[in-house]
Protein backbone atom coordinates (compact mmCIF):
# COMPACT_ATOMS: atom_id res chain seq x y z
CA UNK A 1 0.00 0.00 0.00
CA UNK A 2 0.99 3.57 -0.61
CA UNK A 3 1.29 5.93 1.94
CA UNK A 4 -0.86 8.10 0.37
CA UNK A 5 -3.27 5.56 0.27
CA UNK A 6 -3.03 4.63 3.81
CA UNK A 7 -3.36 8.07 4.98
CA UNK A 8 -6.39 8.44 3.43
CA UNK A 9 -7.58 5.48 5.31
CA UNK A 10 -6.55 6.76 8.65
CA UNK A 11 -8.48 10.08 7.91
CA UNK A 12 -11.65 8.59 7.00
CA UNK A 13 -11.39 6.44 10.56
CA UNK A 14 -10.81 9.71 12.35
CA UNK A 15 -13.82 11.24 10.60
CA UNK A 16 -15.37 11.41 14.25
CA UNK A 17 -12.59 14.29 15.41
CA UNK A 18 -12.05 17.82 14.70
CA UNK A 19 -10.36 18.92 11.49
CA UNK A 20 -7.90 20.63 13.38
CA UNK A 21 -6.36 17.42 15.11
CA UNK A 22 -7.31 15.26 12.94
CA UNK A 23 -4.42 17.67 10.49
CA UNK A 24 -2.60 17.07 13.50
CA UNK A 25 -2.48 12.77 13.53
CA UNK A 26 -1.84 13.01 10.27
CA UNK A 27 1.32 15.58 10.62
CA UNK A 28 2.02 13.55 13.15
CA UNK A 29 2.12 10.35 10.63
CA UNK A 30 3.46 11.88 7.94
CA UNK A 31 7.25 13.25 10.11
CA UNK A 32 6.80 9.44 11.53
CA UNK A 33 6.95 8.43 7.74
CA UNK A 34 9.26 10.47 6.69
CA UNK A 35 11.66 9.52 9.52
CA UNK A 36 11.53 5.46 8.51
CA UNK A 37 12.44 6.49 4.70
CA UNK A 38 15.35 8.59 5.93
CA UNK A 39 16.13 5.70 8.27
CA UNK A 40 16.21 3.70 5.46
CA UNK A 41 12.86 2.05 5.01
CA UNK A 42 11.02 1.45 1.42
CA UNK A 43 7.44 3.30 0.92
CA UNK A 44 5.77 -0.63 1.33
CA UNK A 45 8.36 -1.37 4.79
CA UNK A 46 7.18 1.85 6.08
CA UNK A 47 3.91 1.37 5.67
CA UNK A 48 3.51 -2.05 6.97
CA UNK A 49 4.90 -1.22 9.89
CA UNK A 50 2.18 0.84 10.68
CA UNK A 51 -0.16 -1.35 10.86
CA UNK A 52 -3.70 -1.36 9.43
CA UNK A 53 -5.33 2.18 9.03
CA UNK A 54 -8.34 1.07 11.00
CA UNK A 55 -6.03 -0.18 14.05
CA UNK A 56 -3.98 3.13 14.17
CA UNK A 57 -7.46 5.11 14.33
CA UNK A 58 -8.28 2.89 16.80
CA UNK A 59 -5.78 3.33 19.02
CA UNK A 60 -5.71 7.07 18.70
CA UNK A 61 -9.40 7.39 19.26
CA UNK A 62 -9.41 5.38 22.33
CA UNK A 63 -6.24 7.70 23.86
CA UNK A 64 -8.77 10.64 22.69
CA UNK A 65 -11.38 8.87 24.96
CA UNK A 66 -13.72 9.20 21.66
CA UNK A 67 -16.77 6.98 22.98
CA UNK A 68 -17.28 5.14 19.41
CA UNK A 69 -17.24 7.35 16.65
CA UNK A 70 -15.15 6.48 14.00
CA UNK A 71 -15.10 2.93 15.13
CA UNK A 72 -17.17 -0.20 14.41
CA UNK A 73 -19.23 -3.15 16.14
CA UNK A 74 -18.44 -5.62 14.29
CA UNK A 75 -15.02 -7.10 14.56
CA UNK A 76 -12.83 -5.56 11.51
CA UNK A 77 -11.81 -7.86 8.87
CA UNK A 78 -8.07 -7.32 7.88
CA UNK A 79 -7.14 -4.89 6.26
CA UNK A 80 -7.50 -5.21 2.26
CA UNK A 81 -7.93 -9.03 2.33
CA UNK A 82 -10.52 -8.57 -0.34
CA UNK A 83 -13.26 -11.06 1.83
CA UNK A 84 -15.69 -8.84 0.75
CA UNK A 85 -16.67 -8.36 4.29
CA UNK A 86 -18.04 -4.81 4.79
CA UNK A 87 -17.64 -3.50 8.00
CA UNK A 88 -19.80 -1.20 9.56
CA UNK A 89 -18.89 2.25 11.20
CA UNK A 90 -20.69 3.83 13.55
CA UNK A 91 -20.59 7.48 14.79
CA UNK A 92 -22.41 8.48 17.71
CA UNK A 93 -22.84 12.13 19.01
CA UNK A 94 -20.78 13.10 21.80
CA UNK A 95 -23.42 16.27 23.08
CA UNK A 96 -26.92 17.20 22.23
CA UNK A 97 -27.99 17.52 18.68
CA UNK A 98 -30.41 20.38 16.80
CA UNK A 99 -29.79 19.59 13.35
CA UNK A 100 -28.58 17.04 11.12
CA UNK A 101 -26.82 18.07 7.47
CA UNK A 102 -25.98 15.94 4.96
CA UNK A 103 -24.73 17.11 1.95
CA UNK A 104 -24.21 13.82 -0.15
CA UNK A 105 -23.78 12.66 -3.97
CA UNK A 106 -25.26 9.28 -4.15
CA UNK A 107 -26.47 6.51 -1.79
CA UNK A 108 -29.70 6.09 0.49
CA UNK A 109 -30.02 7.75 3.47
CA UNK A 110 -32.98 6.40 6.06
CA UNK A 111 -33.83 7.76 9.35
CA UNK A 112 -35.10 6.10 12.06
CA UNK A 113 -35.86 6.27 15.36
CA UNK A 114 -34.85 4.35 18.05
CA UNK A 115 -34.97 3.63 22.12
CA UNK A 116 -31.63 5.15 22.56
CA UNK A 117 -30.23 8.39 24.06
CA UNK A 118 -27.94 9.42 21.44
CA UNK A 119 -27.89 10.27 17.52
CA UNK A 120 -25.94 7.18 16.04
CA UNK A 121 -25.18 7.30 12.73
CA UNK A 122 -23.83 3.99 10.64
CA UNK A 123 -22.75 2.95 7.31
CA UNK A 124 -20.23 0.87 5.48
CA UNK A 125 -16.56 1.17 5.72
CA UNK A 126 -15.54 -0.43 2.95
CA UNK A 127 -17.05 0.93 0.29
CA UNK A 128 -15.56 3.68 -2.54
CA UNK A 129 -17.96 6.13 -2.03
CA UNK A 130 -17.25 7.38 1.45
CA UNK A 131 -18.62 9.50 4.09
CA UNK A 132 -17.05 12.17 6.52
CA UNK A 133 -19.46 12.33 9.81
CA UNK A 134 -18.47 15.56 12.16
CA UNK A 135 -20.55 17.33 14.90
CA UNK A 136 -19.86 20.88 15.27
CA UNK A 137 -21.29 22.26 18.29
CA UNK A 138 -25.06 21.19 17.98
CA UNK A 139 -25.00 20.25 14.48
CA UNK A 140 -24.18 16.51 13.05
CA UNK A 141 -22.68 17.24 9.23
CA UNK A 142 -22.28 14.52 6.86
CA UNK A 143 -20.75 14.60 3.51
CA UNK A 144 -19.53 12.80 0.79
CA UNK A 145 -15.46 12.20 0.31
CA UNK A 146 -14.14 13.04 -2.73
CA UNK A 147 -13.97 9.37 -4.98
CA UNK A 148 -10.49 8.20 -5.91
CA UNK A 149 -11.01 6.07 -8.69
CA UNK A 150 -7.51 5.00 -8.99
CA UNK A 151 -8.06 2.42 -5.94
CA UNK A 152 -11.24 1.14 -7.90
CA UNK A 153 -12.32 -2.09 -6.67
CA UNK A 154 -15.06 -4.47 -7.82
CA UNK A 155 -14.65 -6.00 -4.82
CA UNK A 156 -16.09 -2.91 -3.04
CA UNK A 157 -19.41 -1.80 -3.04
CA UNK A 158 -19.67 1.72 -4.79
CA UNK A 159 -22.09 3.29 -2.54
CA UNK A 160 -22.91 3.39 1.13
CA UNK A 161 -26.40 3.19 2.70
CA UNK A 162 -26.69 5.27 5.45
CA UNK A 163 -29.00 4.83 8.11
CA UNK A 164 -29.44 7.65 10.91
CA UNK A 165 -30.72 6.81 14.53
CA UNK A 166 -32.95 9.43 16.26
CA UNK A 167 -33.73 9.13 19.71
CA UNK A 168 -37.28 9.15 20.00
CA UNK A 169 -37.91 12.62 22.21
CA UNK A 170 -35.28 14.29 19.98
CA UNK A 171 -36.88 17.15 17.82
CA UNK A 172 -34.20 18.08 15.16
CA UNK A 173 -33.90 19.73 11.94
CA UNK A 174 -33.10 17.69 8.78
CA UNK A 175 -31.16 19.11 5.90
CA UNK A 176 -30.70 16.62 3.20
CA UNK A 177 -29.00 17.30 -0.13
CA UNK A 178 -28.43 13.96 -2.51
CA UNK A 179 -27.80 14.12 -6.48
CA UNK A 180 -29.36 10.59 -6.67
CA UNK A 181 -30.30 8.29 -4.42
CA UNK A 182 -33.11 7.65 -1.54
CA UNK A 183 -33.73 9.20 1.46
CA UNK A 184 -36.82 7.42 4.13
CA UNK A 185 -38.06 9.45 6.95
CA UNK A 186 -39.55 7.42 9.35
CA UNK A 187 -42.75 8.95 10.78
CA UNK A 188 -42.23 11.23 14.02
CA UNK A 189 -41.73 14.44 15.15
CA UNK A 190 -38.64 16.97 13.45
CA UNK A 191 -38.17 20.35 13.61
CA UNK A 192 -37.70 22.12 9.98
CA UNK A 193 -37.08 19.70 7.23
CA UNK A 194 -35.40 20.37 4.06
CA UNK A 195 -34.94 17.51 1.94
CA UNK A 196 -33.92 18.36 -1.67
CA UNK A 197 -32.61 15.20 -4.46
CA UNK A 198 -31.88 15.61 -8.03
CA UNK A 199 -32.91 12.50 -9.00
CA UNK A 200 -34.06 9.99 -6.93
CA UNK A 201 -36.73 8.22 -4.51
CA UNK A 202 -38.00 9.69 -1.32
CA UNK A 203 -40.45 8.35 1.05
CA UNK A 204 -41.43 9.37 4.54
CA UNK A 205 -43.80 8.47 7.24
CA UNK A 206 -46.21 10.63 8.95
CA UNK A 207 -44.55 13.32 10.05
CA UNK A 208 -44.23 16.28 12.03
CA UNK A 209 -43.09 19.31 11.26
CA UNK A 210 -42.52 23.47 11.21
CA UNK A 211 -41.53 23.77 8.11
CA UNK A 212 -41.58 21.16 5.22
CA UNK A 213 -39.22 21.59 2.37
CA UNK A 214 -39.07 19.14 -0.14
CA UNK A 215 -37.93 19.01 -3.70
CA UNK A 216 -37.25 16.04 -6.47
CA UNK A 217 -36.30 17.30 -9.63
CA UNK A 218 -36.62 14.40 -11.48
CA UNK A 219 -37.82 11.62 -9.16
CA UNK A 220 -40.40 10.00 -7.30
CA UNK A 221 -41.85 11.44 -3.97
CA UNK A 222 -43.93 10.02 -1.44
CA UNK A 223 -45.30 11.34 1.58
CA UNK A 224 -47.28 10.14 4.15
CA UNK A 225 -49.97 12.41 6.32
CA UNK A 226 -47.80 15.67 7.04
CA UNK A 227 -49.05 18.11 9.89
CA UNK A 228 -47.05 21.18 9.32
CA UNK A 229 -46.81 25.17 9.40
CA UNK A 230 -45.76 25.41 5.55
CA UNK A 231 -44.74 22.67 3.14
CA UNK A 232 -42.71 23.93 0.06
CA UNK A 233 -42.88 20.52 -1.83
CA UNK A 234 -41.04 20.92 -6.06
CA UNK A 235 -41.11 18.21 -8.35
CA UNK A 236 -39.83 19.93 -11.72
CA UNK A 237 -40.42 16.63 -13.71
CA UNK A 238 -40.95 14.53 -10.95
CA UNK A 239 -43.48 12.61 -9.64
CA UNK A 240 -45.06 13.69 -6.07
CA UNK A 241 -47.54 11.96 -4.71
CA UNK A 242 -48.67 13.02 -0.52
CA UNK A 243 -51.87 11.81 1.12
CA UNK A 244 -52.95 14.44 3.77
CA UNK A 245 -51.47 17.62 4.53
CA UNK A 246 -52.81 19.28 7.82
CA UNK A 247 -52.26 22.35 8.91
CA UNK A 248 -55.28 24.87 9.19
CA UNK A 249 -52.80 27.82 9.52
CA UNK A 250 -50.33 26.21 7.31
CA UNK A 251 -48.88 27.31 3.49
CA UNK A 252 -48.75 25.01 1.03
CA UNK A 253 -46.32 25.62 -2.20
CA UNK A 254 -46.55 22.67 -4.87
CA UNK A 255 -44.52 22.97 -8.10
CA UNK A 256 -45.35 19.95 -10.37
CA UNK A 257 -43.96 17.44 -12.87
CA UNK A 258 -46.86 15.71 -12.04
CA UNK A 259 -48.70 15.86 -8.38
CA UNK A 260 -51.41 13.55 -6.74
CA UNK A 261 -52.05 15.38 -3.53
CA UNK A 262 -55.39 14.46 -2.16
CA UNK A 263 -56.84 15.67 1.93
CA UNK A 264 -55.07 18.88 1.86
CA UNK A 265 -56.30 21.20 4.54
CA UNK A 266 -54.68 24.40 4.48
CA UNK A 267 -55.19 28.20 4.89
CA UNK A 268 -53.24 28.81 1.31
CA UNK A 269 -52.24 26.35 -1.17
CA UNK A 270 -50.55 27.65 -4.00
CA UNK A 271 -49.66 25.18 -7.44
CA UNK A 272 -48.01 25.94 -9.92
CA UNK A 273 -47.61 22.79 -13.03
CA UNK A 274 -44.79 24.23 -15.47
CA UNK A 275 -44.63 21.49 -17.79
CA UNK A 276 -46.98 18.26 -15.67
CA UNK A 277 -50.41 17.73 -14.59
CA UNK A 278 -50.97 18.23 -10.84
CA UNK A 279 -54.68 17.11 -9.30
CA UNK A 280 -55.38 18.56 -6.23
CA UNK A 281 -57.67 17.95 -3.54
CA UNK A 282 -58.36 20.24 -0.57
CA UNK A 283 -60.83 20.62 2.33
CA UNK A 284 -63.71 22.05 2.56
CA UNK A 285 -65.76 23.78 0.14
CA UNK A 286 -65.31 25.42 -3.47
CA UNK A 287 -66.80 28.11 -1.85
CA UNK A 288 -64.40 28.53 1.05
CA UNK A 289 -61.42 29.41 -1.12
CA UNK A 290 -60.64 32.86 -2.73
CA UNK A 291 -59.28 31.39 -6.52
CA UNK A 292 -56.33 33.29 -8.36
CA UNK A 293 -55.78 31.26 -11.68
CA UNK A 294 -52.72 31.92 -14.44
CA UNK A 295 -53.12 29.76 -17.28
CA UNK A 296 -50.62 30.41 -20.36
CA UNK A 297 -51.42 27.53 -22.62
CA UNK A 298 -52.73 24.92 -20.39
CA UNK A 299 -55.95 24.45 -18.71
CA UNK A 300 -57.24 24.69 -15.03
CA UNK A 301 -60.93 23.42 -13.89
CA UNK A 302 -60.70 26.13 -11.55
CA UNK A 303 -62.44 29.66 -12.19
CA UNK A 304 -61.33 33.14 -10.51
CA UNK A 305 -63.48 33.88 -7.47
CA UNK A 306 -63.91 36.75 -6.22
CA UNK A 307 -61.72 37.88 -2.28
CA UNK A 308 -63.44 37.91 1.37
CA UNK A 309 -63.05 34.33 2.47
CA UNK A 310 -59.85 32.89 4.91
CA UNK A 311 -58.29 30.56 2.50
CA UNK A 312 -56.88 31.26 -1.14
CA UNK A 313 -55.43 29.39 -3.77
CA UNK A 314 -53.75 30.05 -6.47
CA UNK A 315 -53.02 28.43 -9.55
CA UNK A 316 -51.00 28.99 -12.31
CA UNK A 317 -50.84 26.25 -15.13
CA UNK A 318 -48.33 26.83 -18.25
CA UNK A 319 -47.71 24.04 -19.74
CA UNK A 320 -49.74 21.41 -18.03
CA UNK A 321 -53.03 20.95 -16.71
CA UNK A 322 -54.12 21.61 -13.61
CA UNK A 323 -57.00 20.08 -11.51
CA UNK A 324 -58.47 21.20 -8.15
CA UNK A 325 -61.43 19.23 -6.63
CA UNK A 326 -62.98 19.99 -3.00
CA UNK A 327 -63.94 17.68 -0.06
CA UNK A 328 -66.18 18.48 2.51
CA UNK A 329 -64.21 17.88 5.50
CA UNK B 1 -1.03 -5.57 30.97
CA UNK B 2 -3.82 -3.76 32.33
CA UNK B 3 -4.95 -0.85 31.05
CA UNK B 4 -4.00 1.36 34.07
CA UNK B 5 -0.77 -0.05 35.05
CA UNK B 6 0.30 0.31 31.36
CA UNK B 7 -0.96 3.71 31.06
CA UNK B 8 1.42 4.34 33.89
CA UNK B 9 4.02 2.20 32.60
CA UNK B 10 3.91 4.00 29.15
CA UNK B 11 4.33 7.44 30.71
CA UNK B 12 6.72 6.95 32.56
CA UNK B 13 8.93 5.20 29.48
CA UNK B 14 8.43 8.32 27.01
CA UNK B 15 9.29 10.74 29.97
CA UNK B 16 12.42 8.69 30.60
CA UNK B 17 13.18 9.15 27.07
CA UNK B 18 12.90 12.82 27.41
CA UNK B 19 14.86 12.80 30.42
CA UNK B 20 18.33 13.20 28.67
CA UNK B 21 16.99 15.82 26.35
CA UNK B 22 14.50 17.01 23.31
CA UNK B 23 13.37 14.14 21.10
CA UNK B 24 10.75 13.42 18.34
CA UNK B 25 8.62 10.64 17.74
CA UNK B 26 10.78 8.28 15.48
CA UNK B 27 13.76 8.83 17.75
CA UNK B 28 11.72 8.00 21.42
CA UNK B 29 9.90 5.06 19.75
CA UNK B 30 13.45 3.79 18.64
CA UNK B 31 15.05 4.84 22.00
CA UNK B 32 12.90 2.93 24.13
CA UNK B 33 12.92 -0.52 21.73
CA UNK B 34 15.22 -2.37 24.46
CA UNK B 35 12.94 -1.14 27.18
CA UNK B 36 9.55 -1.85 25.71
CA UNK B 37 7.89 -1.73 22.27
CA UNK B 38 5.37 0.96 21.29
CA UNK B 39 3.90 1.99 18.10
CA UNK B 40 3.06 5.45 16.98
CA UNK B 41 -0.23 4.97 16.94
CA UNK B 42 0.30 4.22 21.46
CA UNK B 43 2.94 7.05 21.36
CA UNK B 44 0.49 9.84 19.86
CA UNK B 45 -2.40 9.70 22.84
CA UNK B 46 0.81 9.97 25.13
CA UNK B 47 2.62 12.80 23.96
CA UNK B 48 -0.51 14.48 23.80
CA UNK B 49 -1.29 13.93 27.03
CA UNK B 50 1.70 14.72 28.27
CA UNK B 51 1.58 17.89 26.57
CA UNK B 52 -1.98 18.81 28.17
CA UNK B 53 -0.84 18.00 31.30
CA UNK B 54 2.68 20.31 30.87
CA UNK B 55 5.07 17.66 31.36
CA UNK B 56 6.46 18.49 27.58
CA UNK B 57 6.55 21.06 25.58
CA UNK B 58 6.26 20.56 21.96
CA UNK B 59 8.26 22.96 18.55
CA UNK B 60 8.46 22.69 15.03
CA UNK B 61 12.09 22.86 13.86
CA UNK B 62 12.95 22.63 9.92
CA UNK B 63 15.26 18.98 9.22
CA UNK B 64 15.66 17.88 5.65
CA UNK B 65 13.37 20.39 3.99
CA UNK B 66 10.65 19.18 6.32
CA UNK B 67 9.20 20.44 9.73
CA UNK B 68 9.31 17.26 12.88
CA UNK B 69 7.99 18.16 16.06
CA UNK B 70 10.36 17.83 18.76
CA UNK B 71 9.08 17.38 23.01
CA UNK B 72 11.12 18.37 25.60
CA UNK B 73 10.40 17.41 29.20
CA UNK B 74 9.10 20.79 31.21
CA UNK B 75 9.86 21.12 35.07
CA UNK B 76 6.67 19.63 36.13
CA UNK B 77 7.64 16.72 33.50
CA UNK B 78 10.88 16.44 35.56
CA UNK B 79 8.85 16.20 38.63
CA UNK B 80 6.75 13.94 37.50
CA UNK B 81 9.18 11.15 36.41
CA UNK B 82 10.56 11.36 39.76
CA UNK B 83 7.23 10.97 40.98
CA UNK B 84 6.64 7.99 38.69
CA UNK B 85 10.03 6.27 40.34
CA UNK B 86 9.02 6.77 44.02
CA UNK B 87 5.81 5.28 42.94
CA UNK B 88 7.19 2.39 40.87
CA UNK B 89 9.40 1.67 44.00
CA UNK B 90 6.72 1.33 46.33
CA UNK B 91 4.99 -0.97 43.79
CA UNK B 92 7.42 -2.95 43.41
CA UNK B 93 8.36 -3.48 47.27
CA UNK B 94 4.45 -4.72 47.27
CA UNK B 95 5.07 -6.90 43.89
CA UNK B 96 7.88 -8.72 45.77
CA UNK B 97 5.50 -9.07 48.88
CA UNK B 98 2.64 -10.81 47.10
CA UNK B 99 5.13 -12.44 44.59
CA UNK B 100 8.43 -12.40 45.48
CA UNK B 101 8.50 -14.48 48.07
CA UNK B 102 6.25 -17.73 46.83
CA UNK B 103 9.08 -18.24 44.07
Sequence with gaps: MKYIEWRDELEYYLGALEKTERDRILAYYSEMYADRRDGGLTEEEAVEQFGAPYDAARKILDGEGVPCGGGDKETHGAQGSGDGGITEVTFCSDAPVDAIDIDGTLGNIYVKFYDGDRVEVKYPADTMLRYSVVQQGGSIKITHKKVKFKNFSFKKKLIPDMTIYLPRELVCDLMIQLSAGGIWLEGGNYGNITAAIDAGTMTTGDITCSDMRISNDAGKTELGSILCHRLCADADAGKLTARGICGSTADITINAGMADVKRVDCKRAKITVSAGKAAIELCGAKEDYDANVITTLSSCNLQNRAAGSERSIAVEARLGTCSVTFTDE | ?103
Design chain 2, 1 to 103: MDIQIKKGVLDACVLYALSGGESYGYKIINDLKGIIEISESTLYPILKRLEAGGALETYSRQFNGRLRRYYSLTETGRRKLAEYRDDFEGVIAIYKKIFGEKR
